[in-house]
């Protein structure tokens, strides 16, 4: 028999049909996000539950569930962000958890990129000016930005995406500059001809560009926050890209609106998809609706990634993408 699978959410059409090739797939083609009732439902329903970012399978969602009483054995999460899973919970019901790493860093660094650019040079304002009819035409003081050429781009968290936005920086002529919790190889380092900062206040005086790319959950919540914003340049910009817990919203609103830095882009947000209203009224923020995977060819690779996963589980395989506490 077929292993029993849910995918929560629409997926791209090509990974839709392998799945039903290869097991008892239930597909969400309205695309309407699950209730936390109907994951916790899923649990005795599913061997396998394919989650998304817009999934809280938070400690609720598996609470008071005794191990013998879940069908899934394997979730198997579409993005390499897992913070909103409860690993803790997962491990206690003996359950699997896997992610799409690699596959998705090249597209993620690029929207980085993108939005530095665009904070810097004031794109989105330039397209509003434009759209509503009020440009006047070309002049020496229209609309200046910043100069992102040889300017000092900080990286927190260098890991996969962290290092392909280092690359792409370089591209930039940038000073790189990278804040990680652990040491990183000097030989690494010099690859991307980045220097390791010992602090998180060292990387935010220093850089024009502080660039989010560590792991969102509990132990990166409101890791930027007043005091380090107080750090930043007044000149500076802060581009998040990672998870949108990772930085206070209020205290980045209140730099943003007293130009305590000249600006911000940001793609991922404190509760997708109600974002705190303040940042619309701004013009110093950049604002895109968690793009940072969204490529043809990325998204389909996550998908055959998440298949690969499970595939290898369900033939008694270490699947691998292993994240969950049971590894
Ligand atoms: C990821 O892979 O973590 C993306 O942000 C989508 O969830």
Known sequence: MKPSVLVTRKWPTSVEKKLAELFDVTLNSVDEPLSQAQMRNALFDHDAILTTVTDKLDASVFDGIKPSEVKTRI???????????????????????????????????????MLMLMAARRAGEGERELRNGEWTGWRPTHMIGHKVSQKTFGIVGFGRIGKAAAQRARGFDMDIKVYNRSRIAQAVLDEYGATQLDSLD???????????????????????NQRLLGLMKSSGFLINTARGEVVDDEALISVLKNNQIAGAGLDVFNNEPLINKAYLALDNVVLLPHLGSATETTRDSMGYRVIDNISAFFRELPPPDLVSLTK
């Open 202 to 224: 060292d990387l935010f005086s220093q850089s024009d560009f502080v660039s989010l790319h560590c792991p969102g959950g509990a132990e990166n919540t409101h890791l930027v």
């Open 75 to 113: 979730i198997g999460n579409y993005g390499v962000g897992f913070s909103h899973i409860d690993l803790a919970s997962a491990k206690r019901l003996g359950i699997v958890v896997t992610n799409t790493p690699d596959v998705l860093s090249e597209c993620t660094a690029d929207i980085a990129v």
